[in-house]
């Protein structure tokens, strides 16, 4: 029996009087997901009913080492005890209030985001609910940037491959066509220009331009870091021509690469940064941090706003989290155990290639077998996932062991070979 042994069980909780949550087969609530739930994300690969640290189990009662932590949401694991009785504390005393109030968590956490990026004076927070609402946010922020002059502009760069999310402000800044094309006309005035080309990048910046957006690893692209020095230059042109720099750091924030930001090392201070995914350990909250006073009053009362974002129990949990993140130095372990899953997946056979930084690993393989690699993944109790034909992607909570790693690291051959025999 694991250690990481829930400590509540799933029958014995007030949720299963609402619904049984054990005693159905996971084909079960599959069928009943079919003709209740809409069919945009394709059939789920298990019906999971409850986790703890860095495990997950399925309602068969099989169990799992989840690296993926819910798309680099987990940062904490499953069940974290101290994050859940901050989170059902908060939610007893005061859960909801409206944006006409505030409350001691809300202003606590906009402090810490703001401590944790060094950010100088007269910086601020807006929260939001999810990754892309935090970019919906921040592209309304760049509308409303006329840089040295007074007319505003409407002209934003993207990167090819980048992902900023799926609402239609989010979308336009996203470059892929297949989530794009169904749904244009989008907001307009975005390019998107050759990923991590710096001459591209001169050529695009010019006095027109109100944004430069970008993310500082690709996540959704295969986890593809920007070549050094890139955001250096992104700094300089648009300090330049008067253009915001917006990084979006919703998968790669809140420790994720060993670092509060992975920007962090590039030296630089952006204009704003995005999080979410990480940041509430795995309860839905997003913000927008923008730094100094210019940008921070760009979007003035009435331009912007929402009902739950930055309420009591999302800042609440935030705070839990950052709090056990750093009371239990679990950077250092990020950058450690990410170290060790690197160099030893480059050594694996039909491994070709190896990129990212802390937990938010990408690889490739040397045939179009990923999807495979997630299915015989899974069989063999490990929850992986494929960005690409190729690629695999790890982005397990932040907590994840040496001797977790290795469990994955020693069943991956085999797992590999299932892949290419089934292909
Ligand atoms: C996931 C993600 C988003 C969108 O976040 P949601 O919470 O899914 O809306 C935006 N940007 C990046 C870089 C992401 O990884």
């Known amino acids: 029996m694991s250690k990481h ?14 619904v049984e949550t054990t005693g159905h087969a996971g084909s079960e609530w599959l069928s009943r997901y079919s003709s209740s739930l809409m069919g945009v994300f394709g059939a ?11 495990l997950v189990w399925d309602a068969d009662g099989k169990e799992y080492l989840d690296l993926l932590g819910g798309i680099a949401v987990n940062a904490l694991g499953h069940a974290h005890p101290f994050v859940t009785s901050v989170i059902s504390s908060q939610l007893a005393t005061l859960g909801h209030v409206s944006n006409f109030f505030t409350s001691p968590t809300q202003v606590a956490l906009a402090e810490k985001l703001l401590e944790l990026a060094q950010a100088p004076a007269g910086s601020k927070v807006f929260f939001s609910n999810s990754g892309t609402e935090a970019n919906e946010a921040a592209f309304k922020l760049a509308r409303r940037n006329t840089g040295t002059g007074d007319t505003r502009r409407t002209k934003i760069i993207a990167l090819e491959g980048a992902f900023h999310g799926r609402t239609m402000g989010a979308l336009a800044l996203t470059a892929k066509e297949a989530y794009r094309t169904p749904f244009e006309p989008l907001p307009g005035g975005v390019v ?21 957006f970008l993310e500082p690893i690709q996540g959704e692209a295969g986890v593809r870091p920007l070549p050094p020095g890139y955001l250096k230059a992104a700094r300089e042109l648009t300090a330049r021509t008067g253009a915001l720099l917006i990084l979006d750091e919703v998968q790669t924030g809140i420790g994720r690469t ?14 704003a940064v995005t999080l979410a995914k990480g940041l509430g350990g795995g309860f839905p909250i997003g913000a927008l941090l923008t730094f100094g006073e210019q ?23 935030a705070l839990a989290t950052l ?3 750093e009371s239990q130095h679990v950077l250092a372990n990020v950058a450690a155990v990410g ?3 690197r160099s030893a997946l480059a050594a694996i056979p039909g491994v070709t290639e190896v990129r990212g930084e802390g937990l938010l690993i990408g690889f490739d393989l040397d045939a179009d077998v990923a999807p495979g690699v997630v299915q015989a ?12 034909p190729r690629t695999i992607r790890l982005a397990p909570p932040l907590i994840l062991t040496t001797a977790q790693a290795d469990t994955f690291l020693a069943a991956f051959p085999a797992i590999l070979q299932t892949a290419k025999d089934a292909s």
């Open 5 to 18: 042994t829930a400590a509540v069980d799933p029958a014995a909780t007030p949720v299963a009087e609402l």
């Open 258 to 271: 060993g670092k509060w930001l992975a920007s962090e090392d590039a030296g630089i201070m952006p204009d």
């Open 192 to 212: 998107h220009i050759p990923f991590g080309d710096v001459e591209a990048l001169k050529a695009a910046v010019d006095e027109t331009v109100a944004a430069v």
């Open 295 to 317: 940008t921070s009053s760009l979007l003035s009362a009435g331009q912007h706003g929402t009902t739950f974002g930055g309420n009591p129990v999302a800042t609440a949990a």
């Open 323 to 325: 709090h056990a993140l």
């Open 339 to 341: 170290e060790h899953l």
């Open 44 to 54: 789920p690969q298990r019906v999971l009913v409850r986790g703890a640290g860095c």
């Open 377 to 388: 993944g899974l069989d063999a109790g490990f929850i992986v996932n494929s960005p690409g």
